[in-house]
């Protein structure tokens, strides 16, 4: 069966050590939606930083898009 043309979005994300798994997976599910915000065929990986913790649970993320 032809599907067409198929378009992936995917969001990378790095469980660091002392990360609690729900903001693991939150960060992943960030990543994800920022790649779909991108356009398609978009990769968005996103780096864990004890420093930016606190922000990223208020709702702002670091995303590096050039990765």
Do not use: C, P, W
Not at 36 to 64: F, W
């Amino acid at each position: 069966e032809n599907m067409g043309r198929l378009s992936v979005s995917i969001g990378v994300a790095q469980l660091k050590a002392g990360e609690s798994v729900s903001l693991f997976i939150e960060r992943t599910d960030r990543a994800l939606y920022k790649a779909k915000e991108l356009g398609r065929n978009k990769v968005v990986a996103v780096e864990y930083d004890a420093a930016i913790h606190k922000a990223m649970i208020g709702g702002d993320i670091v995303i590096d898009v050039n990765r």
